[in-house]
């Protein structure tokens, strides 16, 4: 029953956050924060190479979003792509 009730609770959670993101792209559809969280819920569901292009265009814009830069580090870490991962690492040191 408690696993049940946590896969309810996580998919009802996934649903609020997908109806945010729909909320944000309605009234910014470039809005560099809310592709970000897409490209999350694309990396949750094993869409890696979408959410990587969508997070290279987002830092492309907006370079000082963290959370982009690093969901894309972690990204290229689980894919063993360590050239982009280091010129991420280095980019993230930069904006410090």
């Known amino acids: 029953m408690k696993a049940r009730d946590d896969s309810d609770g ?12 729909k909320e944000i792209k309605s009234r910014d559809p ?8 897409e ?11 979408k959410a990587a292009a969508q ?9 000082e979003l963290q959370s982009a830069a690093l969901l894309l580090a972690g990204i290229y870490e689980n894919e063993d792509r360590i050239v982009e991962l280091e010129k991420e690492l280095a980019k993230l040191k930069s904006c410090k």
Do not use: F, M
């Open 55 to 63: 997070l290279e265009k987002v830092i492309a814009r907006q370079p």
């Open 10 to 21: 996580l998919a009802s959670a996934l649903g609020l956050v997908q109806d945010q993101i």
């Open 30 to 37: 470039e809005n560099a924060e809310g592709l970000a969280l």
């Open 39 to 49: 490209a999350t819920l694309w990396v949750n569901d094993g869409e890696t190479d």
